[in-house]
């Protein structure tokens, strides 16, 4: 039962991941992009998939350390998109 209930943590983090990876495109282009191409707002499911796209064009296997767990792959990502977030909005605020 514990090894289900980690796969169920690992499947809503990763979702919740992906959410905010598009929540995080979608306020860099209302920042950066609106302003200087004659664009639209995209919704956040188009930047998740713009994401995606973006994604499997630039994938590469990574070599994994065997001794990293699950949960610390997820929380360097949301530590990554929140540091992205707080650099655009600095970015914006004085752009």
Avoid: C, N, T
Avoid at 5 to 17: C, R, T
Avoid at 21 to 29: E, F
Avoid at 37 to 44: G, K, V
Avoid at 57 to 75: A, C, F, R, S, T
Wanted: net charge positive; charged share 20%.
């Amino acid at each position: 039962m514990e090894a289900f209930g980690k796969f169920i943590a690992g499947l809503v983090s990763v979702f919740l991941l992906i959410i905010f990876r598009g929540y995080v495109l979608v306020k860099y282009w209302v920042w950066f992009i609106l302003p200087v191409f004659p664009l639209r707002e995209i919704r956040i499911i188009e930047a998740i998939g713009l994401s995606a796209f973006v994604g499997f064009l630039w994938y590469h296997k990574q070599v994994e350390k065997e001794d990293e767990e699950w949960w610390k792959k997820i929380l360097e990502g949301f530590i990554f998109l929140l540091v992205l977030w707080g650099m655009g909005w600095i970015i914006h605020k004085f752009y």
